[in-house]
């Protein structure tokens, strides 16, 4: 939660290392000993010098460096042990100085996960999704770039080998990308891009073919992953002129540094789809445009309670019992919103095969028109504007003309039915 603003007499008070302010915690409530940090939006002469307004911080609170994020987001850094005022304190002198727009403490983000559900049939997502008409004109292309901020990818699984580009790890800055141990990213890059046309246990994704980053911002077990390492993933991203990047994480979308990160990503003509989370609430969290919140459906295209709804829920996709890829060159039968953003994300890349100048705004009009209400009539907070169909983004694109679908298990084998499109085209500058 972003703090605007901090009584003057707190801030005294945590100058003088009063208890109740001297000990900061991380997001699982664990304390840390030392080398704390806070998220700052600067403005005005901070902005336009940031380097002195740190050294100028650095007096009042010895040891504080401030590092580069994205656009005016910087992460203030400083050494509890060098410093009385603590972290509320510091956080109240930033906002005391009227040179900070808005501050937060640097918090983290799981991904949301939740116990396998029976499986319905392996591919059924891939179906009601109508992924199979969409197939008939492009199963996707290589030349289009999928980011996935996530805890790796095992590039070398055999049903993504071809489909995984090189990437880069946002905890170390090196360039190893495979996981340690946790294998939501490799569940999450399976639905976007698993190759199709396997017999028995191999999955098919969204695309057959497609290049996935991995960006790996977790090297914990549990996936936890720091808000300010989630945000240079989606910088780079943006820098490399990657139009689709997709964070299968909840807990994200009120972050001012992944808030400024879509903002940026969005100026560099790429769309941000996120996870809405599985905590089985309804979130007061903010509707941001540089955003694609996504939230689950099952087979029935039923909301099961366990997925998040709110005005910040912008569509939604499938996400209960869903066959991917996982570790050690095994499969997985799973669910949650992380596997749903995968299937938009997936979905966004299809589209861009068919036409990759599409522009940010054309392409979220594109993903947010080809849906099928569900719900309450119009957007709703449980499904937004209703659940992802390929069959009304091929529509879309093509302007009517005959849509084919093209059978999953038979890569070179013949269309098995043609189908008469309805709809109107998208106007493309």
């Known amino acids: ?19 109740e302010c001297s000990a900061s915690q991380d997001a699982s409530g664990a304390a840390r000993d030392a080398g704390e940090a806070i998220v700052v939006k600067l403005k005005g002469s901070a902005r336009d010098d940031a380097a002195g307004f740190a050294a100028r911080m650095s007096r009042l609170f010895p040891g504080l460096t401030l590092e580069p994020i994205v656009g005016d987001v910087f992460l203030a850094k400083f050494d509890s042990r060098k410093s009385l005022a603590g972290e509320d304190g510091i956080l109240a002198g930033f906002l005391e100085t009227g040179l900070v727009e808005a501050a937060e403490r640097d918090g983290a983000a799981l991904p949301p996960v939740l116990a396998a559900e029976p499986a319905e049939a392996k ?13 008939g004109r492009s199963k996707g292309s290589r030349s289009i770039k ?33 996981p340690t141990g946790n294998g939501h990213g490799t569940r999450v890059a399976g639905i976007i891009g698993a190759q199709g046309g396997h017999a028995g246990s191999g999955a098919s994704g969204v695309n057959w073919e497609v290049q996935i980053i991995p960006g790996k911002i977790s090297n914990a077990a549990d996936g936890r992953a720091v808000h300010t390492d989630t945000a240079k993933c989606v910088k780079w991203g943006a820098d490399q002129g990657i139009k689709v990047v997709n964070l299968s994480f909840s807990g994200v ?59 910040y829920v912008d569509l939604s ?22 596997l749903s953003a995968a299937i938009v994300s997936g979905a966004a890349a299809l589209m861009l095969s068919v036409r990759p100048g599409l522009s940010a705004d054309q392409l979220t009009g594109l993903i947010l028109g080809s849906t099928v209400d569900l719900g309450a009539p119009g957007r709703d907070e449980a499904f937004g504007v209703g659940r ?18 093209f059978s999953r298990r038979a890569p070179e084998g013949p269309w098995t039915r043609l189908l008469k499109s309805g709809g109107s085209a998208l106007s493309f500058d």
């Open 146 to 178: 999928v980011l996935v901020c996530d805890t790796g990818i095992e590039a070398n699984h055999p049903d993504l080998r071809g489909n995984v580009g090189a990437g880069r790890n946002f905890v170390d800055g090196g360039a190893e990308t495979e």
């Open 123 to 135: 591919d059924w997502f891939l179906d009601k999704i109508q992924a199979p008409v969409f197939w």
């Open 388 to 405: 992802l169909d390929l069959r009304k983004a091929l529509e879309l694109l093509t302007g009517g003309e005959r849509a084919s679908v």
């Open 253 to 311: 979308v009120d972050s001012l540094a992944v808030q400024e990160a879509a903002g940026y990503l969005h100026e560099k003509g790429g769309v941000l789809i996120v996870a809405a989370g599985n905590a089985g609430a309804r979130r007061d969290f903010p509707d941001d445009p540089n955003m694609l919140v996504v939230g689950g459906t099952n087979a029935l295209d039923w909301k099961p309670p366990a997925y998040n709804t709110g005005r």
């Open 317 to 338: 996709a499938p996400a209960s019992a869903l066959y991917t890829t996982d570790l050690g060159g095994k499969h997985v039968t799973t669910q949650g919103t992380s």
């Open 1 to 19: 939660m972003t703090l605007s603003r901090l009584p003057a007499l707190y801030a005294l008070a945590c100058a003088f290392a009063l208890p």
